[in-house]
């Protein structure tokens, strides 16, 4: 394997997840039982460039040219979405006569509120079902990957745009250098680029390992993203830390002839970073153990759940859910099935682990003793939305970043101790 950013070959291992099916390829019941190809998933670092990454085994189109992500299901998300289009318009001065385009954009979630503002906008979207699930919700998209050369033909034909947004796709893209200088090409020489991808350092920090999946090549430090950015000529001038995703980092970067000094809170998470020890290899060791620890735990606390008699249900499919499911090993003898927002995902089962995926009445209707919630970094929106299953006893149950209960009388958490088990 050769580094993706520098060449290097010089990787040294952190994690190693084992072997699985890529992510996002949920199984209809037909499927069942068909051979179901798995890769391994095995997240390593340069130690030249420090970026973190896993090998390029699956390709985007693969992945993406049908995807069974929707990111207006999560309304937390899309009220995030609204909040960055509102700063951004009066951050950058942004107009009637301004013109905003975003890579990957989706379903519309965050470009409608542009639409709304009356700012000329257009989204980037390679799936085919989401792109026109966008253009049915009024937000001018095209359907294609982002590269050099489609964003050439973008900027001929709409002009270059003030405002450039790349939100958890730059982690999603194996020829890296190339969807970077595809990001320049779009952006007017004295725009701005904003991106926002899950923060390494809370990978690191609180053993967030369902976040790596096939469809996710590389994860970000400040460090390993400023460097990834100047490889097409863009300077990160500014950083936001954002609670989104389980703790994401928002980079403002410009073309380096306009960058200007970068902020003191940038300034400031480099050296975050640094006492982290994320600006060494040695920093990234200690990975592999928490993440076993992680399955150790939740797999003690399924079965004796099941031991006692009690029956555990899902909340979600996400992703980094199916990660966790694999990696663990747990399949629907300790998680009977899960549910999901997304009509897409309903009647099909989990990759790999095939537990079963049903609209989310199902749980109201069942009305069993746990939930365990898979995507974990919505926790607030979640344990709203589910608080009334407290009134026939029922324990929602977050795996990460440790195992805990939502406190469903006051949105508070638990602590480990305070997870009923049963008597050995």
């Known amino acids: 394997m050769r580094c993706r950013l520098c060449d290097s070959y010089r990787l040294s291992s ?25 890769y391994p998933l095995h997240l390593r670092l340069c130690d030249d460039c420090l970026l973190l990454q896993i090998p390029a085994l699956i390709t985007p189109e693969e992945t993406f040219t049908e995807y069974a992500y929707f990111a207006s299901y999560s309304d937390s998300w899309v009220k995030h979405a609204e909040v960055f289009i509102l700063q951004a318009i009066e951050k950058l001065g942004l107009g009637p006569e301004s013109f905003v385009v975003e890579a990957a954009s989706n ?20 799936s085919v079902n989401v792109g026109a699930a966008a253009r049915l919700a009024g937000v001018p998209t095209e359907t294609a990957f982002l590269d050099e050369e489609t964003a050439a033909k973008i900027r001929a034909q709409h002009g ?35 991106i926002e991808v899950h923060h390494a350092l809370n990978l690191m920090r609180l053993g967030q390992f369902d976040t790596i999946y096939h469809e996710h090549f590389q994860y970000y430090t400040v460090l390993s993203a400023q460097r990834a950015l100047a490889s097409a000529g863009l300077t990160v001038v500014d950083v936001e830390l954002l609670a989104t995703h389980g703790g994401s980092i928002r980079l403002w970067a410009r073309p380096e002839a306009v960058a200007g000094a970068p902020s003191e809170r940038m300034i400031e998470v480099l050296r975050t970073e ?13 990975l592999q153990p928490r993440a076993d620890a992680v399955r150790q735990e939740l797999l003690r606390f399924l079965l004796e759940q099941r031991a006692a008699g009690k029956r555990v249900v899902g909340y979600g499919a996400p992703g980094k859910g199916n990660t966790l499911l694999n990696y663990c090993g747990i399949r629907s003898d300790l998680l009977n099935y899960t549910v999901d927002r997304n009509p897409y995902k309903h009647g099909k089962f989990t990759p790999g682990t095939r537990i079963a995926i049903h609209a989310p009445e199902r749980i109201d209707a069942d009305r069993p003793d746990v939930v365990l919630v898979l995507p974990w970094n919505l926790e607030a929106e979640i344990t709203a939305q589910l608080s009334h299953i407290a009134e026939w006893g029922a324990h929602l149950v977050y795996p990460l970043p440790t195992l805990h209960i939502a406190d469903l009388d006051n949105g508070a ?12």
């Open 14 to 38: 952190v994690l190693d997840l084992g072997a699985t099916p890529p992510c996002e390829k949920f199984l209809g019941a037909d499927e069942l039982d068909l051979p179901e190809p798995t």
């Open 107 to 126: 379903d519309g979630y965050l470009l409608q509120h542009a639409v709304a503002a009356g700012i000329r906008c257009l989204g980037i979207e390679p």
């Open 160 to 194: 270059p745009a003030n405002l450039v947004v790349a939100n958890n796709v730059y982690a999603h893209v194996p020829d890296l250098r190339g969807f970077t200088r595809g990001l320049r090409e779009l952006l007017a020489e004295d725009g701005w680029l904003s």
């Open 274 to 286: 640094q006492a982290a020890g994320l600006h060494d290899v040695e920093g990234y060791r200690d």
């Open 413 to 424: 958490d638990l602590s480990n101790q305070n997870i009923e088990r049963p008597a050995r």
